[in-house]
Nanobody, 124 residues
């Protein structure tokens, strides 16, 4: 019933930039947190960045490898999270997945949702 749709992936040269977007739609009472994960071939999925969607909207976390290069942000009115990626490196190549912890109604429980993923390729 809840859908997360990512966009903005593509092919970029090293040093370039991309901005990913993820919009949540459907039955949503509240979104507690949104995050970006990525998974490269042969590797496990890793957390890239996470942002609180509650009261403390400036509560963000980044994995060490992207600090200073990536910025996560959100638009609560649109139930959307963004990932601005600058100074991209070949090792950033992966499928990037949007994740959200969502309560669908006032008496419902929190559930974890995933988008389908968007490919980011950094190569010359």
């Amino acid at each position: 019933q809840v859908q997360l749709v990512e966009s903005g992936g593509g092919l970029v040269q090293p040093g370039g930039s991309l901005k990913l977007s993820c919009a949540a739609s459907g039955s949503i009472f509240s979104i507690n947190a949104m995050a970006w994960y990525r998974q490269a071939p042969g590797k496990e999925r890793e957390l890239v960045a996470r942002i609180s969607s509650g009261r403390n909207i400036n509560d963000v976390n980044y994995t060490d490898s992207v600090k200073g290069r990536f910025t996560i942000s959100r638009d609560n009115a649109k139930n959307t999270v963004y990932l601005q990626m600058n100074s991209l490196k070949p090792e950033d190549t992966a499928v990037y997945y949007c994740n959200a912890l969502i309560q669908q109604n006032s008496v419902g429980i929190l559930r974890n949702y995933w988008g389908q993923g968007t490919q980011v390729t950094v190569s010359s």
